[in-house]
């Protein structure tokens, strides 16, 4: 590739929050138990965001990303910057910002917290604003414009990032009490005055651009959504006083969105051209590419942590400059969705390491791209050699490929996707077996992760204590897991997953073709990180994962207790998986290891199991074309895991936080016995769209919001399960939390539990007219 005259810079979008060593986590928790102050947690905040910045210009990145930070959630921060605060939590916010920002991400004893919900297809959850026709916005800039000018007093090249105007309003909803049928968009004319505002702060705080995030443009969209985009972009574009404008978009290509953002009067536009939005490249040709306009090109893929092949993105980047009169290189995303650094990684074999990228390692990609493109292929030589080396012993590695798997993925058969009889026949014999109550009581699966458990497990890898030791006190926890659920009164117990340090990790640990992390904390939402494993080849199971805690817990009560696995969609979406061949085949090896552990797990004894699936909806493509034939590998892998159990054997399955509405047909194509949904935060409107939808099978959608700190009362559980009754008749609803119970402590889930078997009685009272 020759050079290019023009000046090429390399830039990311965003950056991991927590630190090394999740050092805003400890001190976001430490100000919740007023151990921090809050001097010191905006201290502790201002050394990460001035210290990923020292990171990325010392990598050689020209124009680093602010407002990206948050203490929370960037969504709720956009919530915050345009004054959207719930009318129930504006005395909180009037009374102390910060811990009024809290309380809207995770609510009070008194007060409920905002929804929360995926973003996008990510694993990342953002609080959902809540907006009605009496909304009133009002700017409040100071987050934006406090952290543009610590990056300026650096001596710093910085571009402020914003949620953009247009997707702020999609990804909200109508505030309780919005009259039906109410859409936040028509609110656009009303936001944009106060985007405005926030603009020009911005401009005399010194931003020559500014980033607008609209990745909600990559999704379908209707004639008026799109005309909303050109409206709000033509007016923002005649501001007099405002920084140059930077469009972004990602996870997708934005289809017919493109020619409305390129014609709009924005100074630039930031497109993926990752695998995922390729078509970007064709569709930004056809349109006549953006004379006079500066691009971004997201090539470097910022969801996933494969090295890139820097040979196949420079050939695109070089397509890219005669499309636009500038090309600027970035990751696709932000960088958010990858832990850190893999040189904090030593229990990796470096050859296989050498495969990997996590944040630090592609913003030296997007460098080295970025150097490539304005000085030609020459100038990085060295690192192109390095690169193809990496991706050929990649795809030489016996590591990647099992021969033994391959043919048995390629065995199964139609009958093996299949329980052998149909649901009404299946659930006359468990209710013969199980002889359960009506409105049966249950928990997710797992109880709470003690400082007591993980001091157990760090003593374990230490050596301070053998694996006896660890074991027994395994067993200890378990014991009292189960002895409490008896003592409460719930009817199917769970033996608390107290050996478990995470609900993929766990497994990917015990599953061939996963590598694990030592250090690859990514955030899910809030102060709540995992470490997802890495996918990297074929995937079987050598040996019996769960069974062990299992039978022990059921040899303690006559109850039965749940066998607990999480399923073969999530186990890759909560992974960094292999991208060198179609997830449905990967998927579908995913299942058939589980289906021998669910079949060990029913010849032990266990009449109960639950094989989550929290992940089927955040992976649906964005766009409706790639739908079905998702659905359909997606939903199949789950019956490959499940199909195999005798009738009387009760299959569960769980889904959390995220909108269900568009997948109910998929979740009745899952076939399992019982679904067990979030439904506190929403007010049970999962339980409607079952109905809608003519769900057959039982279902429990939650009455017990475990993101929060908040113990629902009996009466508040009460009411939720009144309203699920109106639409799930009662011998088909199950009464359970939304979620597993690893985050809460004891305190709070022993009464919300105790709470919960109340409410349930009570109402089983109330239909029994007694």
């Not at 102050?37 to 201002?46: E, M, N, R, V």
């Not at 694996?467 to 008896?486: P, T």
């Not at 990180?529 to 074929?538: C, H, Q, S």
Request: proline residues 6%; contains cysteine; hydrophobic residues 40%.
């Amino acid at each position: 590739m020759n050079r290019t005259s023009a000046p090429v810079h390399a830039t990311v979008y965003g950056y991991p929050r927590q630190g090394p060593d999740r050092e805003l986590k400890k001190a976001v928790e430490g100000y919740w138990k007023g151990r921090v102050t809050a001097d010191a947690l905006h201290a502790t905040a201002a050394g990460l965001r001035a210290g990923n910045w020292r990171q990325l210009v010392e990598a050689g990145v020209d124009e680093v990303p602010t407002g990206d930070f948050s203490y929370y959630d960037h969504v709720l921060d956009t919530s915050v910057m345009v004054g959207a605060v719930p009318a129930r939590h504006r005395d909180a916010v009037a009374a102390d910002a910060l811990d009024g920002y809290f309380a809207m991400a995770r609510g009070t004893q008194d007060v409920a917290p905002l929804e929360m919900t995926k973003w996008f297809d990510t694993n990342y959850h953002y609080l959902v604003p809540e907006l009605g026709p009496d909304t009133v916005f009002t700017a409040d800039s100071g987050k934006q414009v406090s952290e543009l000018r610590e990056a300026l007093a650096l001596g710093l090249a910085a571009r402020p990032v914003l949620v953009g105007p247009v997707t702020y309003l999609l990804l909200a909803k109508p505030a309780p009490g919005a009259p039906a049928g109410f859409e936040p968009l028509t609110l656009l004319d009303r936001l944009l005055p106060v985007y405005a505002e926030v603009l020009a702060d911005l401009r005399a705080a010194g931003a020559e651009w500014v980033q607008l995030d609209e990745p909600a443009l990559v999704q379908d969209r209707t004639p008026a959504e799109l005309n909303a985009a050109a409206r709000a972009y033509r007016d923002l574009g005649a501001l007099t006083h405002r920084p140059r404008l930077l469009v972004a978009s990602y996870f997708d290509r934005l289809g017919d969105a493109l020619p409305v953002l390129a014609k709009a009067p924005v100074e630039g536009l930031a497109l993926d051209f990752t695998e995922a939005a390729a078509a970007n490249l064709g569709d930004l040709a056809a349109v006549g590419g953006l004379p006079g306009k500066r691009l971004v090109a997201g090539i470097v893929n910022g969801r996933n942590i494969w090295v890139n092949d820097l040979s196949r993105s420079l050939t695109t980047l070089g397509t890219l400059l005669g499309l636009a009169d500038r090309v600027d290189v970035s990751a696709s995303c932000s960088l958010l969705h990858v832990p850190l650094d893999t040189a904090a990684e030593r229990d990796i074999e470096p050859q296989i390491l050498r495969w990997l990228a996590f944040a630090r390692q592609k913003t030296a990609e997007t460098v080295t791209l970025a150097k490539g493109l304005a000085r030609g292929t020459g100038a990085i030589a060295a690192e192109l050699a390095a690169n193809r080396a990496d991706l050929a012993s990649r795809a030489g590695s016996p590591v990647t490929r099992d021969p033994a798997v391959r043919a048995r993925t390629g065995a199964v058969t139609a009958a093996d996707v299949r329980r052998s009889q149909p649901y009404p026949e299946r659930a006359a014999a468990q209710r013969a077996h199980l002889r359960l109550p009506p409105l049966p009581t249950t928990t997710i699966g797992s109880f709470p992760q003690t400082g007591e458990l993980r001091t157990a497990r760090a003593d374990l890898r230490a050596g301070r204590i053998d694996k006896e030791g660890y074991e027994e006190r395994i067993r200890a926890e378990i014991r009292e897991v189960v002895a409490f659920q008896e003592k409460t009164g719930l009817d199917v117990l769970v033996h608390g997953e107290p050996e478990r340090n995470d609900m993929v990790q766990y497994f990917a640990e015990r599953l061939t073709g996963y590598l694990a992390t030592r250090h690859g904390w990514v955030q899910s939402y809030g102060t709540r990180y995992v470490r997802p494993p890495v996918l990297a080849g074929d995937v079987s199971r050598p040996e019996p994962m769960t069974v062990r805690w299992t039978t022990y817990a059921q040899s303690l009560t006559d109850r039965p207790v749940k066998g607990m696995l999480t399923g073969p969609v999530t186990m890759l979406a909560w992974s960094f998986v292999r991208d060198d061949q179609p997830l449905a085949d990967t998927a579908r090896q995913v299942a058939l290891a589980l289906r021998d552990e669910v079949a060990d797990l029913e010849a032990a004894g266990t009449s109960v199991i639950q094989v989550d699936e929290p992940a089927l909806r955040e992976t649906l493509p964005l766009r409706s074309a790639g739908r079905p034939a998702y659905l359909e590998w997606a939903t199949e892998a789950f019956r490959l895991s499940t199909g195999g159990v005798r009738p009387g054997t009760q299959v569960h399955t769980h889904m959390c936080y995220a909108e269900f509405g568009d997948i109910v047909g998929a979740i009745d194509d899952l076939d399992a016995d019982v679904i067990s949904l979030e439904a506190a935060r929403s007010h049970m409107q999962v339980a409607r769209e079952l109905a809608s939808h003519g769900y057959p099978r039982e279902a429990g959608p939650g009455v017990y919001d475990i993101h929060s700190p908040r113990v629902p009362s009996a009466e508040e559980a009460a009411g939720l399960l009144r309203t699920g009754l109106a639409a799930i008749p009662a011998e088909r609803l199950w009464v359970n939390p939304d979620c597993g119970l690893k985050t809460r402590g004891w305190p709070e889930i022993r009464t919300s539990l105790e709470n919960l078997v109340a409410a349930a009685h009570a109402v089983r009272g109330e239909l029994s007219g007694s």
